[in-house]
């Protein structure tokens, strides 16, 4: 019974493969730059990437892709903040505004792209108990 099952994983593992979708993980070249189009937790996403998130996903998913191609947005900054933090700059968005400015500043220095700042963040219960953010500072832009 277990043989069944075992082969058609393999053929949808291997269907999948073949027909271009990248099952676990994007596919990078050497310098770490996305190869081709890929779905996967727009948390997920690296500095440098560039991606559109995905409709209906209600953005927790994204097409990471070449940044020479059309995309919607570019990861320029990422990083965590504990709830202590937070609570020192009084709020999330004022915590993501200042620690983000930096790239943003850079990013506007070296892109010639009048890009909108964003930020994206997911919060996890660590074992012991203590809530962590996770954020990425993003770029807004129509620029390929």
Known sequence: MRRPAIVLATLIVATLALSGCDVLAPTRDTSGNITMATEMPSTDARVKDCFTFVDGSDLAYATVLPCTEAHTHVVIARGTITQAKIAEFESLQIALITRCQPAVDAYLTEQDDD???????STK????????TNYSCLMKSAAP
């Open 115 to 121: 890009g909108t700042p964003e930020y994206i963040v």
């Open 125 to 132: 219960r660590k074992p012991n108990g203590n809530e962590v």
